[in-house]
């Protein structure tokens, strides 16, 4: 869960850094993770903890985590949608990688949707690892 949560905060810290160059999309990349945060803490909150056979177990949310999970899918499909929709023949333009293309904000939201799922899952994370070891202690 650490390791987990060490890639997400790079790659977060990636989509912020290339939203920083329009005021969009440092408005939609605050909302975005403003929303994470809630979304892992209320989540957090509803998370049960469980020690099974000696070792601890987590049951997440299943709403909170599948309202994350649909709007990182459709976000990916409409940035697919996007690069290939471009272009009417169906390939993308020339010099342009599907990478770069994935990476790209397009219209200044869609990177403030992507930094949703990042903030949810590395404080999601970073609540369980801290709501784990006081259990421990307890015990």
Known sequence: MQIITVIFTIIGLIFLMEGTFQISSVISDIIG?????ILAYFGALLTQLE???GYWFYRPNLWIGSLVTVIFIARLIYRIFGIFAADHSGAA????SLANGMLSTGSGWTSGLML?????YVTYN?????????????V
């Open 33 to 37: 993770i403003l929303a994470g945060i």
């Open 51 to 53: 020690k099974r056979n």
């Open 93 to 96: 333009h020339p010099g342009t």
């Open 116 to 120: 949703i799922m990042f903030a949810y």
């Open 126 to 138: 970073v609540i369980l690892l801290r709501k784990q070891e006081l259990v421990r202690s307890r």
